[in-house]
């Protein structure tokens, strides 16, 4: 069955880093979507970052681009997110999900049918 399995979470100060992995299982990896996203309390989930695995192409929501990288290791399939300068307000648990076909911006939550069981981040002022 398809799995994805976030690990790298943790508690940083402010302007540490912090690198995500997300390994996946169970599925055709090639063209695929993989997708991280964050879920702060009270806040709905929102994408942080996407790349399509057979082309390598990536996104950002704009609020991380240039902070957060987003890479895979196809042969390992595990994508990654790296994380730096970080700020209380990256506080979140993020996920990793996917979706079929290509990534594009602000492709809706909806079109990631498996999701991560989540990691969670916490950067302290």
């Known amino acids: 069955q398809v799995q994805l399995v976030e690990s790298g979470g943790g508690s940083v100060e402010a302007g540490g880093s912090l690198r995500l992995s997300c390994a996946a299982s169970g599925y055709t990896y090639s063209n695929r979507c993989m997708g991280w996203f964050r879920q702060a309390p009270g806040k709905e989930r929102e994408g942080v970052a996407s790349i399509h695995t057979t082309s390598d192409i990536t996104y950002y929501a704009d609020s991380v681009k240039g902070q957060f990288t987003i890479s895979q290791d196809y042969a390992k399939k595990t994508v990654f997110l790296q994380m730096n300068s970080l700020k209380p307000e990256d506080t979140a648990m993020y996920y990793c999900?996917?979706?079929?076909?290509?990534?594009?911006?602000?492709?809706?939550?909806?079109?990631?049918?498996?999701w991560g069981q989540g990691t969670q981040v916490t950067v302290s002022s």
């Open positions: 999900a996917v979706a079929g076909g290509s990534c594009y911006r602000n492709r809706p939550l909806a079109d990631f049918g498996y």
